[in-house]
């Protein structure tokens, strides 16, 4: 006799993918349940459904580097011949934090009465495998009940990593709802979030450091890279370069922090406000007992092991999304991938999801789209010679109300496959990066040709234009 289920597929994890995932399932007629619950951090810092990218990820990321433009926009309005406006005004951090806030919660709300509408159960609970098919769920009072499900999904992304004393130091989570002002701060870390938060808190008017081990970004095109790097230079955040932390001490009664590195075999120190680390991120898995199920994890950085198919190594458990390894860690990737999974379970499907040419965008204080190889791994993939690269060097137009030198960071790159033609890197750095970005992606999913790009007519002024005009 075969077992019946309480649900035919139960989702763990409220984020992008769960979310995604859960309702596509749904809407192909199957019971569905979710648990989401997001532990709080040292600070205190949780929130409600919709994961990292609506909570502390994408959502405030976006809404932070445009609220810290808006002072070097009043510079702009006076240009302009705007009357009555103050080049030096002065910044409320409570109330930006609270306009953030208000709008993510209704974001929450928005996702909550989606998932009632879809029909889905949802469990604003911490879940726990008992076996394969049975989960575990505790509430905040710590009461406790059991659900069952033939198939299962895992999406609980990931939490950024922490190495010195938490209650000294806050991340990429806190800064978003911390009403207190940063003041003076240091990020440790270069990485495109610690560059992120840098670039709004030093937008706002604050003492801004980052501290970096290697390189600035060194996943991404060194080239571009500099570029974003010598901009926030220029404009007056300082970089620590080869400097490796050694301690974070709380003075002045625990209000303020004395932080130590070595950089050169030198030891140097300052005092800060604020530290925020931004080093990386490690799957939030450690909790849910997959291992004692068979579910294999990698040791290093606790992400599950996936296949193609994001079938892990027990038949009914499936993982999308940040917690699982080898995937890019990428909002709009977790949703598609959770979309054909639900598809191929449930509906005609066998379409998995390609990673390649994924387009992202960094939301540093001169913006950074790509798609694509970057130079360095081109070359290591189709040797130096296999290659050709173009350049553009532009200032906006609309930088053209008052004499800014910032505007020689402004750029794009091309990188091209000599024997196909085809555009394999695309890198963008300028303003409002995303929206030029975006277009390009689907042009490169196409496998368009740097020909292709020389018959297009461009739009004209235009960002974008600047992509396609490269001789």
């Not at 009632?116 to 098919?133: E, L, P």
């Not at 002045?252 to 075999?265: E, I």
């Not at 070359?379 to 290659?387: L, N």
């Not at 137009?397 to 402004?410: E, H, M, S, V």
Request: hydrophobic letters at 35%; aromatic letters at 10%.
């Amino acid at each position: 006799m075969l077992k019946k289920f309480q649900y035919d597929l139960f989702v763990i994890g409220g984020g992008a993918g769960g979310l995604a995932s859960s309702k596509a399932s749904a809407l192909l007629g199957k019971k569905v349940g979710m648990a989401d619950y997001a532990t709080p951090s040292p600070h205190a810092t949780t929130w409600g459904t919709g994961g990292t990218c609506v909570n502390v990820g994408c959502v405030p990321t976006k809404l932070m580097p445009f609220s810290a433009r808006m002072g070097e926009i009043r510079k702009d309005q006076i240009a302009a011949g705007y009357q009555g406006i103050e080049s030096e005004g002065k910044h409320n951090w409570k109330q930006l934090i609270e306009t953030v806030q208000k709008h993510i919660k209704e974001l929450n709300v928005r996702q909550e009465s989606s998932l009632k509408d879809h029909g889905i159960d949802y469990y604003n609970k911490f879940a726990k495998f008992i076996d394969r098919h049975t989960i575990e769920l505790t509430d905040i009072k710590g009461e406790k009940e059991i659900i069952s499900a033939k198939n299962i999904i895992v999406c609980v992304g990931s939490r950024p990593i922490l190495y010195q004393d938490p209650k000294l130091v806050i991340t990429s989570e806190d800064v978003f709802q911390q009403t207190t002002p940063p003041g003076k701060t240091l990020v440790i870390g270069a990485s495109y979030v610690g560059l992120e938060c840098a670039g709004f808190i030093h937008g706002f008017g604050y003492d801004t450091t980052i501290l970096v081990r290697t390189r600035v970004m060194r996943n991404f095109d060194q080239e571009m890279a500099y570029k974003v790097e010598g901009y926030m230079t220029d404009n007056g955040i300082k970089f620590v370069k080869r400097a490796l932390l050694q301690s974070i001490i709380g003075v002045d009664n625990g209000k303020r922090r004395l932080v130590k590195w070595v950089r050169d075999g030198v030891v140097e120190e300052d005092i800060y406000d604020t530290v925020l680390y931004g080093i990386g991120r490690q799957a939030s898995t450690k909790q849910l007992n997959l291992e004692s199920i068979g579910v294999k994890i990698d040791a290093r950085n606790y992400k599950i092991i996936a296949d193609d198919y994001d079938r892990t190594t027990v038949d009914n458990i499936y993982a999308i999304g940040d917690c699982c390894l080898n995937r890019l860690e990428y909002t709009p990737i977790a949703v598609m991938a959770g979309r054909k999974l639900a598809k191929r379970l449930y509906g005609d499907s066998n379409e998995i999801m390609d990673y390649a040419d994924v387009a992202t965008t960094i939301y540093t204080p001169i913006e950074y789209g790509c798609i694509g190889l970057s130079e360095e791994r081109a070359k290591q993939k189709y040797g130096e010679d296999g290659i050709k690269i173009y350049r553009s060097y532009f200032k906006p137009l609309q930088w053209g109300f008052r004499k800014r030198d910032d505007a020689k960071y402004c750029g794009g790159k091309l990188i091209v496959h000599k024997e196909s033609d085809r555009i394999i890197g695309f890198h963008y750095v300028g303003p409002e990066a995303a929206e030029v970005t975006q277009g390009f992606a689907v042009a490169m999913k196409m496998k368009c040709t740097k020909r292709d790009f020389d018959n297009t007519v461009p739009i004209h002024p235009s960002l974008a234009e600047e992509m396609i005009l490269m001789k």
